[in-house]
């Protein structure tokens, strides 16, 4: 009985935790809100990006995995090239797909 506590105690806590950092060259990428296309912006793709939303038997924070979800999304954008990006449909097991923009000069 006690090591599967033990085992419980050690895993929760990990559920918890941000484990996608923003890169340096994804800080200019901003997310727009779902709809139609922003205005004066040139569609470049999708980006489809992936995180874990459970650990073991522990769903996660619905919050913390859509925040890594934007997160990931954000430092792909610049190598789409992006600068803006959408999503395309809520996060759906640990997955999310962001329309991809580059708008402005």
């Known amino acids: 009985m006690l090591r599967p506590l033990s085992v419980l ?8 935790c941000t484990w996608v950092s923003l890169k340096p ?3 200019q990428v901003r997310v727009v809100p779902a709809g139609p296309a922003p205005a004066g912006c040139t ?5 489809e990006v992936s995180v874990k939303h459970n650990v ?3 769903d996660r924070d619905a919050l913390k995995v ?3 979800l934007e997160t990931l999304a954000r430092n792909e954008a610049p190598g789409v090239p992006a600068n803006t990006l959408q999503p395309l449909g809520e996060p759906s097991g640990g997955s999310q797909r962001f ?7």
Request: aromatic share 10%.
């Open 56 to 58: 073991a038997f522990y």
């Open 25 to 27: 060259e994804a800080k």
């Open 9 to 16: 105690l050690l895993v929760l806590p990990l559920a918890a």
């Open 99 to 105: 329309a991809a923009f580059q708008c402005g000069p």
């Open 43 to 47: 569609r470049q793709g999708e980006i």
């Open 66 to 68: 859509r925040d890594e």
